[in-house]
């Protein structure tokens, strides 16, 4: 589409009126893109991939740590276009070095307690927003087709898992990391130590308390050090 307010309203339309899993919506440009607690994605033609997929899973625990999974599958299907390592900000923020390169949200709709669709948004910049000095991109010459060609089918994969992050799932993120041992002052104020198997946060707070969060966005203090566990 040309032009649209948002894909994930689209998808959430065309869901809710039948639309298959699998249905894609891919937007030149998004007048009011959204991410994670209402935050506004900057979304102008020609410098990234606003898309949005339709998918509808059956499985509850599975949707609790989708943004996990897709964030790992999307590091590593990325990583062939992008000019560096990709490291993952939980819960749903994908970085080469210092600056944002994509970013995911999830949104799933209930019908009489059972799950009906879930929207899986995701903004990649193929160029960094003038706006955001401070924001990575891909390579340039990268094309939204090549990278809609490799994302798209690890999202489906990931989207038909079943239960909570495996082992070797939950070590992937530590590798990519960029929180952990982090000092952070949102959502709880102390030092990440790591990710459960359910998709939680665990932060070790001034007292030596640690808190298993599983909302919220996270925010690393002023010069964060990296702290080793006690």
């Known amino acids: 589409m040309p032009s649209v307010t948002s894909t994930m309203d689209e998808a959430h339309a065309r869901a809710s009126r039948g639309a298959p899993a699998g249905t894609l919506i891919v937007a030149d440009e998004q007048t009011a893109g959204r991410g994670r607690g ?33 964030g790992l599958a999307l590091a590593q299907s990325l990583e062939t276009f992008a000019p560096g390592p990709i490291s993952l900000k939980w819960p749903n923020d994908l970085y080469v070095g210092p600056g944002k390169l994509a970013g995911i949200l999830v949104e799933a ?4 307690g059972s799950l ?24 340039v010459g990268t094309s939204r087709n ?15 898992c079943r239960g909570i992050l495996t082992e070797p799932e939950q070590h992937d993120w530590t590798q990519r990391d960029l929180a952990t041992n982090r000092v952070v002052s949102a959502p709880v104020a102390g030092v990440v130590r790591g990710l459960e198997r359910n998709g939680a946060l665990r932060v070790e707070d001034a007292s030596g308390v640690v808190h298993e969060l599983r909302a919220g966005s996270l925010v690393f203090a002023p010069n964060a050090a990296v702290r080793t566990q006690r």
């Open 38 to 70: 209402g935050n506004v994605w900057e979304s102008e033609a020609g410098v990234g991939v606003w898309c949005t997929i339709i998918e509808r899973p059956t499985d509850a625990a599975a949707v609790d740590v989708l943004s996990i999974r897709l």
């Open 116 to 139: 009906d669709w879930v929207a899986i948004g995701i903004g990649v910049n193929l160029v960094a927003p003038r706006q955001n000095g401070s924001a990575a991109s891909l390579n």
């Open 109 to 112: 709709r209930w019908r009489e």
């Open 146 to 160: 090549e990278v809609l060609m490799q994302m798209i089918p690890a999202i489906r994969a990931v989207a038909q």
